[in-house]
């Protein structure tokens, strides 16, 4: 962070949701633990026109009603006197000459400028060309740094159509496209798990794993974000990014070393080992109701929940099934993942005809109840040969306290002003993830053999087709965390 020069940060789209649900509250609390220094300008810059006391008001009420921060009123009195606003247009050259203009005067001489692209992504082309144009992007004595949000295009073609358009202004260093799943604590522990323990990394392999399941479900349905998730879908808005950053984690090969590269390097292989998905292997479904949402086109035909099927064309993970879902609307919130182990080869206690064993699995347990669970059968007491599944369990709140786990923005955005991409995906693995995606996006419009898009109820764990997929398979979808505990 410190090359002893002022830091500015401008975030475009400042008037949007993720500015005042995600980022103000993140710098504010780092500002609070001291992370940032008090020297940092932060300016917010959309079209609307507000005063910079209009636009603090609203950060601060934003703040309070959608990330559950009560601030101390001195810390924000203290962190508000260096929250700016400047009104301006995106494609009017005009209004990066004024905030330039503005920037130079609050930053007195040379500074390090942080810009986080927090609007539509449909502006980020012209965002980045403009910042170019005017100057804006230059890196050398002091720094200066581009923060994408997702999703970064539309698909392969138009991911790399941006990324020419961001390196014709940017240097690849001063790039940083973001995942905040990267930024949660319990998927970085993943790594911590999996490479600093040695009691899981021999079994994990398709010798004792009989298969996967990556679940990201949503009790909440669109909202008021249907302008833009009618055109994503569920697929493009979770898949290229969050799954495959999540699958990332857990089935990638140990890299050397815990650095940007080397790190990167191992998923990118990882995603590069997954077969083609095949159409027959995956669910779409709406909600019913969806269709009547402020903003979603007539007969829309956008899924809100997905479930895929894919495997790993590897040595550690061959004939390993990773069932992947994810949908809006359903019946709880709750990020984990769950690996199923196989079961034991001969059953030698004297149990009853209609014994089903349970197999185990250890749950890793991303969001909320964030922690780990590790399912296995043990006997019940007595003199019957009853058996009962019960769980080992890690809480983090109680282990490390109520408040121990922090907003994945704070540290990505700490990350970002340290020079660090260890966290943010490289243009690889970007292009790598919609490759993947992209073939069952476009079976889901042109195959024959496409699954119909089903309907399921607000509340529900998705259409009744995503319990038929899995068992064909002869599986069901798990649950480890939460109230599914023990
Ligand atoms: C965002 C998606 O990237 O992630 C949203 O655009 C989704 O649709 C959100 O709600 C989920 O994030 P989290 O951290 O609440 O799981």
Same mark, same amino acid.
């Given at each position: 962070m410190d090359n002893g020069l002022p830091i500015s940060i401008v975030i475009f789209g400042a008037s949007g949701d993720l500015t005042r649900r995600k980022l103000v509250p993140a710098l504010f609390q780092q500002r609070v633990k001291g992370q940032i220094p008090n020297s940092i300008n932060i300016v917010g810059t959309s079209r609307s026109e507000f005063s910079h006391d209009e636009f603090r008001q609203q950060m601060f009420e934003g703040m309070v009603e959608l990330s559950g921060i009560v601030p101390d009123e001195n810390d924000w009195d203290e962190f508000s006197q260096d929250l700016w606003y400047v009104p301006g247009d995106i494609g009017q050259e005009a209004d990066y000459e004024k905030l330039e203009q503005f920037l130079g005067e609050k930053e007195g001489g040379p500074a390090n400028r942080l810009y986080y692209l927090a609007t539509a992504p449909r502006f980020f082309p012209v965002i980045v060309k403009e910042l170019g144009k005017q100057g804006m992007a230059t890196d050398g004595d002091r720094w200066s740094r581009v923060v994408i949000e997702k999703p970064f295009g539309h698909n392969l073609e138009s991911a790399v159509e941006l990324d020419e358009i961001v390196h014709a202004a940017f240097n690849e260093h001063q790039v940083y496209r973001i995942d905040h799943y990267m930024g949660k604590e319990t998927a970085q522990n993943i790594l911590y798990f999996r490479f600093l323990n040695t009691i899981f990394e021999p079994i994990w392999n398709r010798n004792y794993i009989d298969h996967v399941q990556i679940t990201v479900a949503e009790?909440? @349905?669109?909202e008021h974000r249907a302008g833009y998730y009618d055109n994503a879908g569920v697929v493009r808005d979770m898949f290229p990014n969050h799954f495959l950053q999540l699958f990332t984690l857990l089935a990638m090969e140990p890299p050397a070393a815990f650095d940007a590269d080397a790190v990167r390097n191992e998923k990118v292989k990882v995603l590069m080992a997954i077969r083609p998905i095949q159409v027959e292997d995956t669910v779409r479904a709406q909600y019913e109701g969806y269709g009547q949402g402020e903003g979603v086109a007539e007969n829309s035909q956008t899924p809100t929940y997905a479930a895929m099927k894919l495997y790993v064309d590897n040595w550690r993970w061959q004939g390993v099934p990773f069932y992947l879902r994810s949908g809006k609307a359903l019946a709880e919130k709750t990020s984990q993942i769950v690996i199923v182990f196989k079961e034991p080869p001969h059953l030698l206690f004297d149990l009853p005809a209609d014994y089903h064993l349970t197999p185990n699995f250890l749950s890793?347990?991303?969001?909320? @109840?964030e922690g780990i669970h590790l399912r296995f059968e043990t006997k019940v007491p007595g003199a019957s040969q009853e058996t009962k599944s019960v769980d080992m369990e890690f809480h983090y709140p109680a282990t490390f306290g109520g408040e121990s786990l922090p907003d994945a923005y704070e540290r990505l955005l700490i990350d970002v002003l340290n020079g660090d991409p260890s966290l943010f995906t490289r243009s690889d693995e970007i292009e790598r993830a919609w490759s993947i995606v992209d073939p069952v996006l476009e079976a889901w419009e042109s195959s024959p053999n496409a699954p119909s898009l089903g309907l399921y109820r607000k509340g529900s764990w998705g259409p009744p087709g995503a319990e038929a997929f899995i068992a064909r398979d002869e599986r069901v979808w798990r649950l480890g965390c939460g109230d599914h505990a023990g």
């Open positions: 009790s909440v @349905d669109v890793l347990c991303i969001q909320p @109840d």
